[in-house]
């Protein structure tokens, strides 16, 4: 089974792909953690995409493209993977068909989380992650930059660099003008399913599911 996130920056692309792993056990290959995972290497290549993400823009399709390929070749993929928030414009979903069309692989379902802006930098802007586990908290709640996660209690709360306001903002602009268009895109192939996002993670897993399950 083989799956895509579309959706805004916040919108609960990472959150949906958390539940789906744990159901069908298959991978999330999330863009964003890959090109992290560099830059926490501390490496020249990591340094440069700091910059890049810190502004709010995105890395070149060319080298995001060899990331995935890498990644989805490796045997974990073998039965599914879920590519969170990738393509996020009409040229990379082409060179992304063009991969599978290489590897002999079909993308089955595209799933977009329709959120609205005011809420996306809202929720952007108030998230906070642990530094050592998976947490994800918020402002709203009371947490605090460098407060100790409550889960595992080791980790620091911190917020990442392009989840502040200025950033935000660019990231949306970015988002309209480049990936929206992509959507008529899947939703020409048949594989595309609007969903409306909203503050219950839950019910919004549901419909998916239902989604999943009718197609099995």
Excluded: W
Excluded at 16 to 32: A, D
Excluded at 87 to 102: G, H, T, V
């Amino acid at each position: 089974m083989n799956i895509l996130f579309l959706g805004a920056p916040g919108c609960g692309k990472g959150t949906q792909s958390k539940i789906l792993i744990k159901e069908y056990k298959i991978p999330q290959i999330s863009t964003g953690d890959l090109l992290r995972e560099e830059i926490k290497a501390g490496s020249s290549l990591g340094k440069e995409l700091q910059d890049i993400m810190s502004s709010g823009k995105f890395v070149s399709d060319e080298l995001v493209l060899s990331l995935v390929s890498k990644k989805i070749t490796q045997d974990e993929c073998k039965s599914g993977f879920i590519l969170d928030g990738y393509p996020r414009n009409i040229s990379q979903a082409e060179s992304l068909d063009a991969l599978f069309l290489e590897k002999n692989i079909s993308l089955e379902y595209v799933f977009l989380i329709d959120v609205p802006f005011e809420t996306l930098i809202k929720r952007c802007t108030g998230r906070l992650l642990c530094n050592n586990c998976d947490y994800i908290g918020n402002m709203d709640r009371g947490e605090k930059i460098d407060d100790k996660c409550d889960k595992c209690e080791k980790g620091i709360l911190y917020q990442r660099e392009d989840d502040k306001e200025e950033t935000v903002k660019n990231r949306l602009n970015v988002y309209q003008e480049q990936t929206a268009p992509i959507i008529e895109f899947y939703q020409s192939k048949g594989i595309l399913h609007k969903m409306t996002g909203g503050n219950d993670p839950a019910e919004l897993s549901s419909k998916i599911a239902s989604v999943l399950k009718a197609g099995q």
